[in-house]
């Protein structure tokens, strides 16, 4: 079973903020996601992966910046957090391209923008 | 573009009931159709998984089938259980598109 990892679990943070979310995949993956869930939009696609220091651009990637770093991490940053970024974030990793494999989910990290 | 569609937003029953949950997606290219289930306070997992080639998938008790003609993809359960309740996404992956596309999810609560 895939072990996807998040922290921080809950976030408050100000307007204007800075906020870095932080994921770590030990199934040796290549591909990791950042999603986000909003009532009534289901998962929508921030940014995703397929290796270290490789960075592609998903479906709502405005105000959004990642890294990955190693194999392993993943962290998504929000350099000046608004509340229109409030939300239940989600990181996941693959073995290979999304479609038609599985996505392994972390367990989210609840962010509050004030 | 790609799309998919569940318009139940929620769904109450009690046990022991029948649960249908309905699903329409479009696309152009060749479909691949997952139901990932999501339980309270935890992230979404894989339910089941179903393909052009065998239109039908089995995981739990969880029956989904695949319709080409009416572009539908249907979860249903002959007798749901109040450890059920969570809310249940239809994600449809085309052959024209790596990306997955979720459904806006529905809520299941099962009443004891």
């Known amino acids: 079973e895939a072990a996807v990892t998040q922290s921080p679990r809950n976030k408050v943070t100000v307007t204007g903020g800075n906020v870095t979310l932080s994921c770590r995949q030990t199934?040796?993956?290549?591909?990791m996601y950042w999603y986000r869930q909003d009532t009534g939009h289901g998962l929508r696609l921030i940014h995703y992966?397929?290796?270290?220091?490789?960075?592609q651009i998903g479906d709502v990637p405005d105000g959004y910046k990642a890294t990955r770093t190693t194999q392993e991490d993943f962290f998504l940053l929000l350099e000046l957090a608004s509340p229109s970024q409030t939300s239940l974030y989600f990181c996941?990793?693959?073995?290979?391209?999304?479609?038609?494999?599985?996505?392994?989910f972390g367990e989210g990290s609840r962010l509050i923008v004030v | 573009g790609d799309s998919v569609t569940q318009m139940q937003g929620q769904v109450t029953l009690s046990e022991d009931d029948f649960l249908f949950i309905n699903c329409t997606y479009s696309?152009?290219?060749?479909?691949?159709l997952f139901w990932y289930v999501q339980y309270p306070g935890e992230g979404p997992q894989l339910l089941l998984k179903?393909?052009?080639?065998?239109n039908k998938g089995i995981s739990r008790g969880f029956e989904a089938t695949y319709d080409k003609r009416t572009t539908s993809f249907h979860l249903q359960k002959a007798s749901v259980q109040e450890s059920d309740s969570a809310v249940y996404y239809c994600?449809?992956?085309?052959?024209?598109?790596?990306?997955?596309?979720f459904g806006s999810g529905t809520q299941l609560t099962v009443m004891p």
């Open positions: 996941a990793s693959s073995v290979d391209r999304a479609s038609g494999n599985t996505l392994y």
């Open positions: 199934n040796s993956h290549n591909y």
């Open positions: 994600v449809l992956s085309s052959s024209g598109s790596w990306q997955l596309i």
């Open positions: 992966s397929y290796g270290a220091g490789n960075l």
């Open positions: 179903v393909t052009t080639a065998n």
């Open positions: 696309t152009t290219w060749y479909p691949t």
